[in-house]
């Protein structure tokens, strides 16, 4: 069993460094699921050391600590993938408004111009 979950953690850091060379993920978000991918295999190697750090965090059954460890990475996740698409909002906002503005400005200068079909979009 432990085989199997290794090759897919295998599988999952290569296909993280797969989509970060296809430019398909950026280099930030590939660090974070590196280090991720790279913990997993440390704790399936050595078992024992999840054992240890329960014991450090004061948990009784190691398997508890991997629980809350993997909820507390996805809750961050979801926190910075929400204010990161809060601020995209906010840039694609002001590039809106910003081609409208020039939108108008163009059309006030050159007021005999038709728009295109291709202005439409």
Excluded: C
């Amino acid at each position: 069993m432990i085989f199997v979950i290794t090759a897919m953690t295998v599988l999952f850091i290569a296909a993280v460094v797969l989509m970060l060379l296809r430019r398909q993920l950026q280099e930030k978000y590939a660090v974070l699921w590196i280090v991720v991918g790279v913990a997993m295999l440390v704790l399936e190697v050595s078992p024992p050391l999840l054992g240890w750090l329960a014991s450090v965090a004061g948990v009784q059954v190691p398997s508890n600590l991997l629980f809350f460890l993997g909820i507390t990475l996805l809750l961050g996740v979801s926190l910075h993938l929400s204010w990161e698409l809060s601020r995209a909002e906010d840039e694609i906002r002001r590039v809106a408004e910003e081609v409208t503005l020039l939108r108008a400005e163009m059309e006030r200068i050159t007021p005999d111009v038709a728009p295109t079909d291709a202005d439409d979009v």
